[in-house]
């Protein structure tokens, strides 16, 4: 298998014209071409190597070998579907159910997060008899239909809220409505999902479900109150709906100290529904719904049956049974929480310098890191961040943000992440962060910005391009726009001006 | 990799256990344990061989060797996401744009053939900006809930007909309003899509797309009537809509003449969106949309990102391009058309001698032999059909029945199959239907219809058991019900008062 077939230019030039450009790149001005990848290090097409923080998919490392040898293995052997009987799907659902609370016992496998948060929408749907779905604000679901309307970070872009979709504040006791002074933030917010029950009983509507990812990470990183899951649970089920935990981004021992990230809830907490995405098979595409017997029941009783074509095939599960195979054997939920531990350390030991950093949060390793413009204000400083995550590229290290505001650098690396690899990360965001005082006063990043809005003005002619350049400067110049407004005072109208 | 961790008993018993009951196993009294299989062969885990003639999956042969070879090589060097430059995705839609009209040239990677039908929908929607769909009856396109909406297969048993769907009589010329003796079928069944149209627009909704297989499978092997598809596509674009050809059990040669079924229809026509699954990866989740450059744009310019974490990753592209060098340098397209076409004329030459094979239909390796009663009526024969495949399994040839009766025999076996399978299968099926009157008439038979009938109603005790038996008889015991109304005269009623 070659690294390169064609160059990094032919690549791009190919993918533009091939590829739909919705799907976007990393660093999208100068992306990187990885050709080859182990363990956290990322390898691009000069042999350079790159760090990796954020690929939360390559769970036990990228490329694991043993993982390669057991997909290779059973590929030789077998690879059919569930209707006929095979003992990989049972195998792997019986060492899945061993991780769980007992009551989470009958398996359903799909392809992808997404395919498993639509099955577990239909199994809700089918157990209660209810429509109506109850999530959190800022939350991500997934690419499908039914899924884009359940997700605010979504269908806030496009067609909008659906009459059957109510949605909860986001329980961000750094920014939210209730904050880390609260008393019991937990009932605080959980009481906000009570309140939209209720409206929604008074409109004659009726709850199938509340969804929410038990860290929701498009989010910002964000880390449940205490008590919040439990008291959700109780108010969602006295309305007839269930619990769906969305630990797509969360399982598999991501938060060290749990298998599930709802389990840091609590033993008295258990949802109805988990779902179970990205890091399950490494890359692999396969996914999972776990349920209760008497939802599962409910589902079987439509009488229609369930086919998923590659859904629990011979190798999927071969490739799940194999990345739990190393999750134990290479104790990466014990390095989750020493080397996560240790990051956080670090990262908390630097926002005692960078009055920029105005919050570290997250667990084992999922990790945030918010910067702000001031700490009193808490004012999202989303420049700060792209110019962070632009830099740290430039010193090899891939990392991203997340949050409403792209103001959280998150950590989500593969999970043999080392002592070495956080503190070397560290160390560069400590030096980028000296000197980015001296970036954002700069006339030269001033310049910068207005000849990029210059050039994204300019492309696009004619009639529609202010409701065009509202939109661009909304989603892909958020970072722009903002800049702009706040630092320039540049107004849309006096570009339009300038621009017609 | 071990064959066999379970005794089959047990396997079964945890299957029961541990994974929804939806999820139906083939020939469910007595499935079948394959634990290996090459080429066109299973085998059970008593080493027992099986002719597969229905795994059109695994469409260049079960577990071919320089598939493992490839899709190992690219593991062990990266597995990443379209947010990084690679070339295996634009090598692989440039591979995939050379098989199809040059309208159709910009890919999106997902990883089942239901992900790509949601997207296409999505990008139908998107680029039309209108919402309804059109769609043949007894049409499936996946087990998604946007997909379920517009599948007759799924929806008629669940929540019914959404007020944005519209269903098409299927242009089926064996069983339909207009037949084989029919001037021009084609044109009659376009004008049925027509008229479709004119309603909707009566009632002031606008239609974004007509979805169907460019072969209709789940509806009965079905072959359009020349001139379809263009006329289709001419009334849904003036309406302002896309044609999409869900060509995920079709395309990739196996109607052996050309390498997409909707290319049957002539040169003139071309899809707006075509969707790709099941063989695209041999049993890798894998699947893809082809768009024009047209609909891509308006889906960029939504300004919202798309991105599938699985989708369009190096080892999936890796696989995909395998198996498109396996279908050229093993010509399993010409193998298609010799092996397809002899086994036409054999299924051909039965029905002269069995008056019980109402129609041979097909092409390439896709054919369909229905069941009927009697010709004239051409009611079809479900139990018969039934009864062929339980006979066929005994003689080590698995099959399997489609249609809205479920009384099509359908093929739909790997490319490899060979002219010795044909005949095989064929001499099977000669000596079954020489039997199968004694089969029909037999008191015997009588008498397990209504011992089962009997333990099915004696399994649900007490009040909902009249809407229960109903159900059931419809879904599960659909043959069972057809068969006790048609030759026993037995009435639903009947039953219950006798055992009530």
Chains 1, 2 share one sequence.
Request: proline share 4%; glycine share 8%.
């Amino acid at each position: 298998m070659a690294l390169e077939v064609f160059h990094k230019d032919e690549t791009l030039q190919m993918r533009r014209k091939l590829i739909g450009q919705s799907c976007r790149l990393f660093f999208s001005r100068d992306p990187v071409k990885i050709v080859r990848a182990r363990g956290q290090y990322l390898y691009d097409e000069n042999g350079m190597q790159y760090l990796d923080c954020i690929s939360n998919v390559q769970h036990v490392g990228h490329c694991h070998p043993s993982l390669t040898q057991d997909a290779a293995a059973q590929m030789d052997l077998l690879n059919s579907n569930t209707r006929f009987l095979h003992d990989n799907i049972v195998l792997y659902a019986d060492r899945l159910a061993a991780t769980l609370p007992k009551k989470l016992c009958v398996f359903y496998f799909v392809n992808s997060g997404s395919e498993a948060n639509d099955l577990a929408l239909r199994l809700a749907r089918q157990y209660t008899r209810h429509q109506d779905v109850i999530v959190l604000d800022h939350a991500y679901h997934g690419h499908l239909t039914s899924l884009i309307d359940i997700s605010p970070y979504k269908f806030r872009k496009l067609e909008g809220q659906k009459e059957w979709v109510h949605v909860a504040p986001l329980p961000d006791t750094y920014h939210g409505i209730y904050r880390e002074d609260h008393p019991d933030p937990g009932q605080a917010y959980a009481d906000t999902v009570k309140s939209l029950i209720d409206e929604a009983h008074k409109k004659g509507r009726k709850i199938s479900s509340f969804f929410a990812e038990s860290l929701p990470s498009v989010g910002g990183q964000i880390i449940f109150p205490t008590g919040y899951c439990k008291r959700i649970a109780e108010y969602v089920r006295e309305a007839g709906g269930v619990y769906v935990a969305d630990e797509i981004q969360t399982g598999f021992g991501r938060v060290g100290s749990h298998f599930w990230a709802f389990q840091l809830q609590g033993e008295d907490f258990c949802p109805d529904i988990v779902t179970m995405g990205k890091p399950i098979g490494n890359g692999h595409p396969i996914a999972c719904v776990a349920t209760t017997e008497e939802i599962a029941a409910a589902f079987t009783a439509s009488g229609v049956e369930y086919f998923n074509t590659f859904g629990g095939n011979p190798v999927s599960c071969a490739i799940g049974l194999a990345v739990l195979d190393v999750i134990e054997k290479e104790d990466l939920r014990g390095n989750a929480v020493r080397v996560g531990g240790h990051l956080k350390q670090l990262l908390l030991q630097l926002q005692t310098k960078h009055p920029l950093i105005g919050d570290v949060r997250g667990v084992g390793l999922f990790i945030g890191m918010e910067l702000v413009k001031d700490r009193a204000s808490r004012k999202p400083a989303t420049e700060e961040a792209a110019h962070l995550v632009r830099r740290l590229k430039e010193e090899r290290i891939v990392m991203s943000t997340d949050g409403p505001w792209d103001s959280v650098i998150k950590f989500k690396p593969p999970m043999c992440f080392s002592i070495e690899d956080a503190e070397r990360v560290c160390t560069c965001i400590d030096q980028i962060l000296r000197d980015v005082g001296d970036f954002i006063s700069s006339v030269e990043h001033k310049r910068r910005f207005l000849t990029q809005t210059v050039a994204v003005c300019q492309s696009y002619n004619g009639g529609e391009w202010e409701s065009r350049l509202k939109h661009t400067m909304k989603q892909k110049q958020k970072t722009l726009t903002l800049y702009l407004q706040s630092q320039l005072g540049v107004s849309m109208v006096h570009l339009r001006d300038r621009w017609r």
